[in-house]
């Protein structure tokens, strides 16, 4: 069973920056594609970046585009969603996720693990 525990949220001013880490645990993440959404208080969880293990690239929103870098380690089977330049809309739970599947991967019913979420709030 792979789990998934993110850490890195909490209360930051506009402009500011922070890191998400997520730690997976799994034999390796090498194959598993990775993903961070996000929810924010009455709005549908959408997704901010994803990283895909079949063609090794990163895809971002365009809300987050130029802001937010996804990454990943897979020695040591940690991803990272390192978010600069924060906004107040930033504002959500971000939830960390991974599969196996290959393809867009662009939904959430494509992830099969999923993080318990951490809360990042952004002053104005």
């Known amino acids: 069973q792979v789990q998934l525990v993110e850490s890195g949220g909490g209360v930051v001013q506009a402009g500011g920056s922070l890191r998400l880490s997520c730690a997976v645990s799994?034999?390796?993440?090498?194959?598993?594609?990775m993903a961070w959404f996000r929810q924010a208080p009455g709005k549908e969880r959408e997704i901010v970046a994803k990283?895909?293990?079949?063609?090794?690239?990163?895809i971002y929103a365009d809300s987050v585009k130029g802001r937010f870098t996804i990454s990943r380690d897979n020695a040591k089977n940690m991803v990272y969603l390192q978010m600069n330049s924060l906004k107040p809309e930033d504002t959500a739970v971000y939830y960390c996720?991974?599969?196996?599947?290959?393809?867009?991967?662009?939904?959430?019913?494509?992830?099969?693990?999923w993080g318990q979420g951490t809360q990042v709030t952004v002053s104005s």
């Open positions: 990283h895909r293990w079949s063609d090794i690239s990163a």
């Open positions: 799994a034999r390796t993440i090498s194959r598993y594609s």
């Open positions: 996720a991974a599969t196996g599947r290959i393809g867009v991967l662009q939904a959430q019913v494509e992830y099969d693990y």
